[in-house]
């Protein structure tokens, strides 16, 4: 049986817009490399807007992507090792606890995510599996746990994790060993028992069961442990990720965010001249580990005067928009200008609230968690309040 496909770009398969065609790069669990990192930034000036986007999954885009320059564009993202074939482009929606293995958290399940990625490559089914499909792994913190997030991993111990399917408890808990092939077998009942879903959450009764079904022979069952929630070091796991902040083993990690949750060409030529990986996270932010004290010091002076905000109080922790237009044609505003003087204006006092502006209904971009919502009518802005699954 032919399964739907859904319209997910990827690298291959790109998304047609008002601007060009936009490619997004999935990045396993966050982290792109230094050299990926500066091939990416020449990629998007050479074939792009000049630009790359952060995204709500941790993921990248490149904007402005002429029609007779995709193929250039892939190849070149591929040589980056930044996408493996073409079949399997989209299948790397892997959401990973940004600080695991670094700061806080039960376990560190970084190198358990590594596993998924190549467990699913392994396989000629995982190619077919929608590009909206989630896999997360949550350190014991619960700052993936809170995601909508379709099979997850979730640390109970240092070396046990709970399984949870669309956002629901299993009951069982798995070695931490075990836990990239448990995530595997779910994900192949549900693409074995979807009809035209895309996500866990969508199917009916019985097939949430059989899907449930799947890992019953991984682990144990314990249903208190897989209820159990860690904080793992993180008091508040909604504030934001910028600043400085001590590692596990005394080196320095730093925090940031940009306008817009993106990057210029020549920023990410500068982050990747770090040295070090970087992190993405759903939250926009850019982490920079692993640094010694004199080094941290020196990325804060070189990056903060070309747009990195280092400051948790700035309101680009708590304020994004969509494109708009005019790279959207759906779109009824110019967004980001009207954002821009927004938050210019002389009598501006933005409160604490996440908020996300949005050119149309569509609420592309939008935060996972509770937001305002600024949506453009045509005749100014309507507000809407969204709160998870909502």
Known sequence: MNKPADRCPGVFRTHPADDGRLARIRLSGGQV??????????????????????????????????????????DRILAAGLA????????RNIV???????????ADVRPAARELEAELHRHQWTRDLSGRFWFGFDDGRGDVRGRDVDVLGAAVSPDEAAIHLGGVPTGRVVPLTELPAAMVAAAASFHEHRADEWRIRELDGRARVAVSG???????????????SANGGRPDVREPIVGWFEQSDGRVLLGAVTEFGRLSARQAQFAAAIGT?????PEREIL?????????????RVLAPLGFIFDSASPWTRFSACTGSPGCGRSHADVRSDLLAHLGAPDAAPGREREHWLGCDRGCGSPNGPHVRRIATGDGYRTDRRVPGG
């Not at 990973?96 to 958290?105: A, H, K």
């Not at 799947?214 to 159990?228: H, I, N, S």
Request: proline letters at 5%.
């Open 96 to 106: 990973v606890s940004p600080l695991s293995g670094r700061i806080g958290g039960l």
């Open 214 to 228: 799947a890992v019953a022979g991984f682990g144990r069952l314990a249903p208190t442990e897989a209820a159990a």
């Open 277 to 281: 990986p970087i992190l993405i996270t």
């Open 84 to 91: 493996t074939d073409r079949a399997h482009d989209r299948v």
């Open 288 to 300: 920079i580990p692993d640094l010694t004290e004199a080094v941290a010091e020196t990325v804060v």
């Open 33 to 74: 490399e230094p050299a990926a990192l500066e091939a990416l930034a020449l990629a998007a000036e050479e074939f792009g807007d000049g630009h790359i986007e952060i995204t709500v999954r941790a993921n990248l885009q490149v904007r402005g992507i002429a029609d007779d320059r995709v193929d250039a564009f892939a």
